[in-house]
């Protein structure tokens, strides 16, 4: 356990240097042995319970519609609810000793949350599995290490800036025939409450940097999770309040605000007069309405519709294997997995010879049902369907034209009735824009026929550009396309990766090292994590005094 | 004249010191002698003619409606006007290649315009007086060596957050057996085109720091300054022009706009597509109309209402001299020049003895009275009111009840026609918020009686919060009230400058020392010149290469 100074340390040099850094190795072996069923046992203990690890006294009620993508029943947990008034008292008085506390004690409690977190990366592996669907291994990454890693990055860059001016000056004006001199001081003024709304597929990785910018920067918080999706923050702020209490502070600095899809709270606490801050990570639909909220401060993540351009390539088989497991991981539910495949009618050069259009479509459908049908692959990189109408949607698709090959249900060992399916390849013309120019959430890869690779390359710009793009990739061989394609699409705001193969995927944004959505673009306006992504969270404010 | 390099290495240095500094002394006498004279002579050779600094090919016509608050006449001088549509089709041309040049390129080029700009400091000492208002000496400082201080601040800052992150990394990332590399990049991609809207009463103070910072972050811009104030802005931006054109770059990346009152243009840019960055100082009613546009990201100045609390003092001759010069300086035209004192009903205590609140209110007129009408002092300070309706609302006053001394006419020894008033002093309740809760622009002081200290304070926190304030002011000898008035303020995003007397003036605001406005409170949204104030005009788009 590294101390408070030495995260910062080596947080700002990798903020920086932008290497590969994690204070939290990835691997569960790193975690000691047995974690894994330890925390399966605990799990099963919690379902149809009280969940017991929040703060509770005053609850309204206590409310929990979860289901299990892998069980498909009900988790039947219920966690305490508070009417959003007494939420807002509580964080309202929480601010007040919080706003005082410094950058550095900020700082110390933060890193001793994020120490008592990984204590329960097991358990966010379990929790996170059976609330998005998300595979063991994926689960345990996402939720655990690198939403850690994630939430440093936010710690690490608030305290770097504010604490990047002076504390006080003793201000000297040569006045000529005297000098006029005043002392003067600099305080990071807390914006107010915060409110962080996450989302069903990554419940504890999207919200957890807004979460812990917000503090660092002074703010106390109200995390609102999808209701689907309330395991895994509720444990995550149940060790932050036992952290904040056991330091001496109030720990309704943190609260969890839980609600069903029945009887929604968000809007009610987003229009609250007492939030300044909102973080949200979801919809663009519910997204574009919180952007729209008059005198909020407001970073969103919304849906991106991320396309590839493919145009040559070395090695085929590399490329649509490639392909084909961005697509597949987590049945294409990360907000970083490609969707439209850019392809010119006349097919791609390769090493191997040229390859017709319809080749290459046949090719990547192959290289997603031979991943899909490996039985020691397929169910684990897929994991599980979140949500019913994702499901519904990807296999409406295989009724369409074009379909290379349809997303057909996968059968997944350990567990029977988990909701797994392998993605639907489907050809489409350039000009069915209807077909393809739209966010397909879930396991869908559209391969679409263009006149050229500059229609290519211009209709994947205009996707990013109109739709929003996380991300972005391309296959070339030609540097001078490659040029192109950076320059263009980096102008609608979207980043590129090139000729990914081997154990490079698009869908993987590393702490410290890759920016996470550019803000650019109708994907979201903020950035994990950029100096803005902490700056606007408070006000600098110089006082003077002769 | 330092170079680039040195500049920047400097300003870095200073913006997190916050020390005085300068790279452009404020003393004409620093600049030779004659200049004033020479200035003088060019200004009037301008009169009456088509301006011919500016780039002027396709021109549409020549427009102009200036009038000197010193002369009372039109000035008669015409400047190219061009459609929108030109100017933005040039705007986005220029872009094209601003866009690739490096930041260090971009502060090449920026740091000759403050050079350039600087051999005009005189000039634009006359033309700013005589479209503003202002008395010479603050002409001088204020449209010459503090508004480029003010430009190179926010240069400076755009180049340290520009290169702040490694332009490239090898990536690494032990995966056990073998290692994942990549190379990654980081770009900072300009947002897009800039508009610049300018206000009538500081027309390169309040312009130049959202314009650098616009270029240095690789943005083209259209500046439209006040149809009343374009001449100094106009002399600006066509040595802007010429430092383009002999740097082989597009002369418009930077571009007037101008128009006329009757045939106004400004929100025809604000709204055009192409345009993604606003700066705007102004009226708040504009203000918060520009900050309404979607889809723009947007920096304003509007109105502030600064108050004083007024609570106990060691002499109070120093302290009422110190506000009379504060409210009297270019006719409380200031955005940081105070307009409500609130002062105890029981007086306040002094090191000479307790005043009761009239002989505060008393004091306080009489100080302001004795500057205006000081011949040596009086004219040059007050200057001359801008705009006839700041005349009318300001003579309006001395009709209300509680007026302890009338605006009166100040007669210029040098302008026989100059429009000049001395400041209204006007007690009122504290209950009469009618009459003292909104801004009363111009030269006007409301000595509000409260029932307590305690009173003075929330209603100047309320006021802060409710109307927007740029700065306030505190007077007490009572350190623990003077820290209640500082936690105060401050959650109102409103600092407090204390106790100042003597050479210390709360409308004096200096670059790389004093954040100008905070961007917290309902007078503006950002703040010249922290980090958000360049972070906002590009976006970070990071590239991977396997």
Chains 1, 2 share one sequence.
Request: with cysteine; aromatic share 10%; glycine share 8%.
């Amino acid at each position: 356990m590294k101390s408070a100074q030495t995260l910062i340390e080596e947080g700002i040099s990798a903020l920086q240097h932008r290497n590969y850094y994690t204070a939290f190795p990835e691997s569960p072996r790193a975690y000691g042995e047995g974690g894994t069923e330890k925390a399966q046992d605990d799990f099963a203990r919690l379902l149809n319970q009280d969940f017991q690890e929040l703060k509770s006294e005053g609850a309204s009620a206590w409310v929990g519609s979860e289901v299990s993508p892998y069980l498909m029943t009900g988790l039947g947990i219920r966690y305490p609810q508070f009417d959003n008034e007494q939420l807002i008292q509580r964080a309202t008085a929480a601010q007040r000793t919080w706003a005082k506390t410094t950058p550095m004690q900020r700082v110390e409690v933060l890193t001793q949350c994020l120490y008592r977190i990984q204590e329960r990366f097991f358990d966010l592996a379990v929790s996170t599995m059976h609330t998005t669907g998300q595979g063991y291994m994926m689960a345990f990454q996402a939720s655990g290490p690198h939403a850690n890693d994630r939430a440093m990055e936010a710690m690490v860059m608030g305290y770097q800036e504010l604490t990047r001016y002076a504390e006080s000056v003793d201000f000297v004006k040569p006045m000529g025939k005297f000098d006029l001199t005043l002392k003067k001081t600099y305080k990071p003024i807390p914006r107010g409450l915060g409110l962080v709304i996450g989302c069903s597929t990554f419940p504890t990785w999207n919200t957890v940097p807004g979460l812990f910018a917000n503090l660092v920067c002074g703010n106390a918080s109200i995390v609102k999770p999808h209701p689907k999706s309330i395991l895994p923050i509720a444990q995550v702020v149940g060790e932050m309040q036992k952290v904040f209490e056991a330091a001496g502070l109030d720990p309704y600095t943190v609260q969890l605000a839980v609600d069903t899809p029945e009887a929604p709270v968000t809007k009610g606490l987003a229009e609250h007069a007492a939030v300044q801050l909102i973080d949200y990570t979801g919809s663009s639909h519910f997204g574009e309405y919180i952007e729209s909220l008059p005198g909020k401060t407001v970073f969103t993540e919304k849906a991106g519709v991320n396309g590839i351009v493919l145009e040559s390539v070395q090695n085929p088989a590399a490329v649509f294997g490639n392909i084909a497991f961005a697509a597949s991981l987590y049945s294409g539910q990360m907000c970083t997995a490609p969707q439209n495949i850019f392809v010119p009618a006349q097919g791609i050069a390769t090493a191997e010879g040229h390859l017709n259009f319809d080749e290459v479509a046949q090719g990547i459908a192959e290289a997603v049902k031979g991943l899909a049908e490996n039985p020691k692959m397929g169910p684990f990189t897929l994991g599980a369907i979140q949500n019913e109408a994702t499901a519904a949607r990807v296999q409406a698709l295989n009724e369409q034209a074009g379909v290379q090959c349809p997303s057909e249900v996968v059968s997944n060992p350990e567990f029977s009735d988990a909701r797994t399916l392998s993605p639907a390849v489907v050809v489409v013309e350039a000009a069915e824009t209807a077909r393809w120019k739209q966010e397909c959430f879930g396991p869908a890869l559209f391969v679409i026929r263009c006149s050229d690779r500059e229609e290519a390359l211009s209709l994947a710009a205009e996707s990013a550009r109109e739709l929003g793009a996380i991300t972005s990739q391309c296959y070339t061989t030609d540097s001078s396309f490659a040029q192109q394609v950076e320059e263009t699409m980096n102008a609608a705001f979207t980043p590129v990766s090139f000729n990914f193969t081997g154990a490079a995927f698009v869908n993987q944004h590393a702490a410290f090292s890759d920016f996470h959505v550019t803000g650019g673009n109708p994907s979201g306006n903020a950035t994990f994590a950029d100096a803005n992504y902490v700056n606007r969270r408070f006000v600098w404010v110089g006082n003077r005094y002769a």
